[in-house]
């Protein structure tokens, strides 16, 4: 993208984690001013010269209005449940994300940022599609709070829109992986795969291993964010970024199999209510409006994973 300075100071929330990880080291690639919001947010942890923390969630007005000081953008990403945890606790789901994100939008207001870009999932707030690839006109149909959530907060941001002229754009991604994701959380089917064949630790398949997923690099998930942070007078607000094709869950494995160059040790579990059978996107908007389009291939960005992982796990063992 061009026009390094065009975006201003910048706001990642939830930057310490896997995407905004990677989102703030290409923000910073890029020249931009770089703030950070995140309840993990020290400097220690990274070695991003430049960025200023701000530790806290959008809870406290105090912290939301040091963090957004002279920011023209924000980055919407901290989230506090995962899809297979957010039906546990609905009250808190929606306590915790949907009323956080509207403090975080009446402090935007009141500092005058100029537009928000917020990370919703491509891959919970459709539910079981009805065809596939899935376009953006999709009935939703979400199965659990998370995307139930997420389609609220899109559902806000088009009312602080209308009421104060609060620009914004939605990226609902598939299932990005890459460098970062960290491979003993609970999401990031990628990272888990990897890491545990690497590590040659059993890896559970949840059903027959036939369900099929949208996986997309991070790197590519980053620049489509950029891009829809550098779109100006835009007709649609919300765009699929997915990389446009399905890869069933053993066919994944057999190729992080193929590329960590071991044989993974499988363990097969019921399967669970909250996996739809289908999500593959249409990324069709996204590439016409965006300018944008996938650039690594699957084994691409597995073989570059991989090779993250290997120094990740190195750095673990202390070698």
């Known amino acids: 993208m061009s026009g390094r300075d065009a975006m201003g100071r910048v706001l990642v929330t939830g930057g310490c984690g896997f995407i905004g990880t990677n989102l703030v080291e290409r923000l910073l690639k890029d020249g931009h001013k770089v703030a ?92 079981i599609p009805a065809t596939v690839p899935i376009g953006e006109g999709s009935a939703i149909e979400p199965v659990n709070s998370y995307g139930i959530t997420k389609y609220a907060v899109e559902k806000y941001l088009g009312l602080f829109r209308h009421l104060y002229g609060l620009d914004y754009l939605v990226v609902r991604p598939s299932n990005p992986y890459g460098p970062h994701q960290n491979p003993l959380g609970q999401v990031g089917t990628v990272a888990v795969f990897m ?78 209510a909250l996996d739809v059978p289908v999500n593959v996107l249409d990324n069709t908007r996204a590439r016409t409006e965006l300018l944008w389009s996938p650039s690594t291939g699957l084994r691409e960005g597995l073989e570059m994973t991989c090779e993250w992982m290997k120094g990740w796990l190195a750095s673990k063992q202390g070698g």
């Open 36 to 127: 950070v919001l995140d309840v993990a947010a020290t400097e220690g942890l990274t070695d991003w010269r430049g960025v200023a923390f701000f530790r806290g969630d959008m809870g406290s007005a105090d912290v939301l209005s040091s963090a957004l000081e002279g920011v023209e953008v924000v980055f919407h990403l901290a989230w506090s449940t995962l899809p297979k945890t957010s039906n546990e606790d609905p009250m808190f789901d929606v306590g915790s994300n949907v009323g956080g994100t509207i403090k975080l939008l009446q402090a935007c207001v009141a500092r005058g940022v100029r537009k928000v870009v917020f990370i919703s999932s491509g891959g919970t707030v459709y539910g």
């Open 195 to 272: 890491y545990r064949t690497l590590a040659g630790i059993p890896i559970s398949i949840w059903g027959d291993g036939k369900v099929v997923r949208d996986y997309l690099f991070i790197d590519d998930l980053v620049d489509a964010m950029v891009r829809a942070a550098h779109k100006s007078d835009a007709g649609y607000r919300v765009f699929n970024v997915g990389s446009g094709e399905g890869m069933a869950i053993m066919g994944l494995l057999d190729m992080v199999k193929s590329v960590a160059g071991r044989e993974p040790v499988v363990v097969f579990e019921p399967a669970r």
